[in-house]
């Protein structure tokens, strides 16, 4: 699998850096689903669907929406590293939305 790695240092703000890797520890019990702002993307105690005002973002009519976070170990041969995964970069990996593998991960429980 390739992942897509850009550094954020503003000396090399524009450069981009491809690397294959594999992900031997990477399962569903490495993904942490909850519900979060649909704007900033912070844990909301709101129910799914609601509108609300976030305290974190101070966002009006943002909607409490299932976000994900996946933590896996990579290596490309060399070396290893622990890398976090958000909502959007796990669907492109997963090929699922949020809300489906929040479905999906409440079935198994």
Avoid: H
């Avoid at 990477?26 to 689903?33: F, L």
């Avoid at 912070?42 to 609601?50: C, H, K, L, Q």
């Avoid at 976030?54 to 290893?80: H, M, N, Q, W, Y």
């Amino acid at each position: 699998m390739s992942v897509f790695y850009k550094q954020s240092s503003t000396t090399w703000q524009d450069e981009r850096f491809w690397l294959e890797v594999t992900m031997p520890t990477a399962t569903a019990k490495n993904m942490y689903v909850y519900l979060g702002c649909s704007k900033c993307g912070r844990r909301s105690n709101e129910p799914e669907n609601a509108v609300y005002k976030c305290l974190k973002c101070s966002a009006i009519d943002v909607t409490s929406i299932p976000r994900i976070t996946f933590k896996v170990d990579v290596t490309d041969g060399t070396a290893e590293t622990e890398l976090t995964f958000f909502s959007k970069e796990v669907e492109i990996l997963t090929g699922n939305t949020c809300a489906e593998i929040r479905s999906l991960k409440q079935n198994v429980s």
